[in-house]
């Protein structure tokens, strides 16, 4: 299955907005500025991916953006969003998207990845390191993990 960059097919930045939104709750206008910011700075932050099914219809996502609504505005970028079909888990796509964003995470010039999540036997299982306990914007506390990125080529999907 096939990452598929954002920027590089903007055709597809309505669906996945809505997509995202519909998974996560935040506005579809916060999305499109993202994706926006994204299209403008190809190999900066923020960066959003996609994979779609064989019908085009979206199965799996993730972003890269500064900041994922924490406190710790130190700690950037941010896995942000990622998300996979219960239909489709289970098939390494989410570790697939996990890797272009360490790779493209390490193009942009970072050395880490953060994420904050309650899933934390997967992304250990993944890879992710244990940083600590951050303050989320709505003030709860959520576990923060962090993962090293080395530089190397990234693929252009």
């Not at 998300?83 to 890797?99: C, F, H, N, S, T």
């Not at 953060?114 to 600590?132: A, V």
């Amino acid at each position: 299955m096939e990452v598929i960059k954002i920027s590089n097919k903007p055709e597809l930045k309505a669906q996945a907005t809505a997509w995202f939104s519909d998974k996560w709750g935040v506005p579809v206008d916060a999305y499109l500025e993202s994706m926006a910011d994204a299209a403008s700075n190809p190999h900066g932050i923020p960066k959003w991916y996609l994979i779609l099914d064989d019908s085009n219809t979206i199965i799996a996502g993730a972003g890269i953006i500064e900041n994922d609504f924490h406190e710790r505005k130190d700690l950037t970028p941010n896995l942000c969003a990622l998300y996979v079909e219960p239909a489709y888990r289970g098939q390494g796509i989410a570790r697939k998207l996990m890797d272009i964003a360490v790779k493209d995470t390490a193009a942009a010039g970072f050395e880490r990845l953060y994420l904050i999540t309650d899933h934390t036997q997967f992304y250990e299982k993944c890879g992710w390191n244990f940083y600590g306990m951050v303050k989320e914007d709505d003030g709860g506390e959520i576990r923060m993990y962090e993962r090293v990125c080395q530089r190397g080529n990234t693929e252009n999907t």
